[in-house]
Structures are given as structure tokens and as C-alpha cells.
């Protein structure tokens, strides 16, 4: 069963694993780990057991869409368990956006100018 919340929490929990085990300098892993949230992460939708669609945050910078791709390539490739890996599913960007609004705090690199 799909759980959209669940999902979420569960991307944003890899990635600060994953931040761990970057190579980022300390103020870009502070900066990183300080947008690593719900506000931040795009919603994903069930396409079939083994695919999932991402709807992209409509106002996600290239800097930080970088960021989330390096975490992703990380989780999978310095922390995952064998198990864990073999539960990765496929996620394609999809084509309609996800409707969330930028958070009013947001830092100036997570954003389109």
C-alpha cells in the first residue's frame, strides 16, 4: 500500500544518512541538513509496485535538485543494505507539478530566481 506521507519521511531520513557520507564541506552540509524536510521534498505518486512518480517542486533550484540527486546516488551507493537496495523502486519525474509552495524562509539557493 502506498503511503504518500510515509514516503516522504522516509527520503528525507535517507538523505541525512546519506548527507553523512558526502564529501560536502561543513557549511554546505549544515545548509543541506537545515532544508532536508517535508517542505523541501517533492510528492510522489504510485505508478505500480516497482515505479513511482515524482511531481517536481515547481519552484526547486537547479542547485538543489543537484543536491538531492548527490544524497540519492550516495544513499544507494555508501549506505543502503544489500535488502534495502533490492527495494529500490524506479522514480520518474513526471510531468504536472506538485503544488506545494516554496516556504517563506526558504534559503536563496533552493529557489529559482
Partial sequence: M????????????????ALDETDFAPAMKEAV???LSRDYTSSDEEVDKKTRQ???LSWE???LREV???LDQTFVNKV???KQKQMIVVVRRGQENSHRARPPTAPE?????
Wanted: charged share 30%; net charge positive; glycine share 6%.
Fill in 68 to 70: 538531492k540527486k548527490t
Fill in 61 to 63: 533550484s537547479n542547485k
Fill in 80 to 82: 543502503a543494505s544489500y
Fill in 109 to 113: 539557493w533552493t529557489y529559482k530566481q
Fill in 2 to 17: 502506498f503511503n504518500g506521507k510515509a514516503i516522504v519521511f522516509q527520503k528525507c531520513e535517507r538523505g541525512m544518512k
Fill in 54 to 56: 515524482t511531481r517536481p
Fill in 33 to 35: 541538513q537545515s532544508v
